[in-house]
Structure formats: C-alpha cells, structure tokens
C-alpha cells in the first residue's frame, strides 16, 4: 500500500485546511485509514482515524468537534478537513494505513505511511 498525503500550508489561527491521503497498491487489505501529527520535539500522535468502509470514526480530544474525517472510496482517497484551527495544531501530518480487523489510535499498529505534510497555524 502506498500513501500520498497533500494539503498541508500555512494558515491564520481560526482557519481551515483540508489534508488528502491518496491511497494506492493493494488498498483491498486496508480496515482503518488514520492520520497523526509530530510536532517539534515532540512524539508523533494520534489525530484521527477512520475504518475503509466509512462505517466508524474516532477523533482525538484535541481536535474533536473541529476535524472531520471522511474518505471518498471511488478515489481511494481519505480527507482531514481542518476548521477553527489552532496554533498548537503546528505539526507535520502524516496518513497511516491499518490492515487489521480493528481499529487502533497506537501509530505502531499501522504498518503504512505516507510521508506528511506539514500544517502551520499563526496566531
């Protein structure tokens, strides 16, 4: 499975962005489509993720209520739409790929990586 994610940049405090993950390769193995964010100095982290059917979703406290995750199976593609976007949302954001039957916010169970896109708030 290979990961493309796009859409990242540089945004006002209060705005939005939305991330793409093209997915390509043998997508049929893939259950749960997730995105995570490293910032600085900091451990990579959970942000969201989202089950190939479109079926379950789960967020992360931090950005629930301001992401949304949603996949457009047609495309093999999974977004990360961003709103209200805050100065400590600052990170490199990365898709991941899951090929197990269940969904997981650990980034170790996710065996395929794109290789990020970098999101910059300013306040």
């Known amino acids: 499975v290979q990961l493309q994610a796009s859409g990242g940049g540089l945004v006002e405090a209060g705005g939005s962005l939305r991330l793409s993950c093209a997915a390509s390769?043998?997508?049929?193995?893939?259950?749960?489509m997730g995105w995570f964010r490293q910032a600085p100095g900091k451990e990579r982290e959970f942000v969201s993720m989202?089950?190939?059917?479109?079926?379950?979703?789960d967020y992360a406290d931090s950005v629930k209520g301001r992401f949304t995750i949603y996949r457009d199976k047609a495309k093999n593609t999974v977004y990360l739409q961003m709103n209200s976007l805050k100065p400590e949302d600052t990170a490199v954001y990365f898709c991941?790929?899951?090929?197990?039957?269940?969904?997981?916010?650990?980034?170790?169970?996710?065996?395929?990586w794109g290789q990020g896109t970098q999101v910059t708030v300013s306040s």
């Open positions: 989202i089950t190939w059917n479109g079926y379950s979703t």
């Open positions: 991941a790929a899951r090929i197990y039957y269940s969904t997981s916010r650990d980034r170790n169970e996710y065996a395929y």
């Open positions: 390769g043998r997508t049929f193995d893939v259950y749960v």
